[in-house]
């Protein structure tokens, strides 16, 4: 089955409406650092296959990146893996940035 794909102002909404979100950034720390989403958490991509345990299998998972093709490898690892609520932040931080919240730095 295709990653479900949520666009930034889908995500947006959801977060406004409060619904239970992990925001899992699989960019490198200082980009991270630089520019990311409140509440996200950082795990780099390359730590995914050991730091998967971390994560509630359960959990509505959105995964992001800085324009959504680490995050994309990321949540099909991750779906593979057995975690059932993957979705793929299309455009990542970077169309975050330009159509929910232009304090976000691009880069």
């Known amino acids: ?11 947006k909404n959801k977060i406004d409406r409060r619904e239970p979100l992990f925001l899992l950034d699989v960019r490198e720390t200082h980009e991270f650092k630089y520019a990311h989403i409140a509440d996200s958490v950082c ?5 995914i296959p050991e730091r998967c345990g971390e994560l509630d299998t359960e959990q509505h998972i959105v995964v992001i990146c ?9 949540a099909a690892y991750l779906e593979h893996a057995g975690f059932k ?8 931080i970077d169309a975050w940035s330009r159509e929910c919240d232009a304090s976000v730095p691009r880069y």
Request: aromatic fraction near 0%; avoid cysteine; glycine fraction near 10%.
């Open 1 to 11: 089955m295709p990653i479900a794909q949520l666009s930034v102002t889908e995500l």
């Open 43 to 47: 795990v780099p991509l390359n730590q």
């Open 66 to 74: 800085h324009h959504g093709i680490r995050s994309q490898q990321a």
């Open 85 to 92: 609520h993957i979705a793929n932040l299309h455009g990542g």
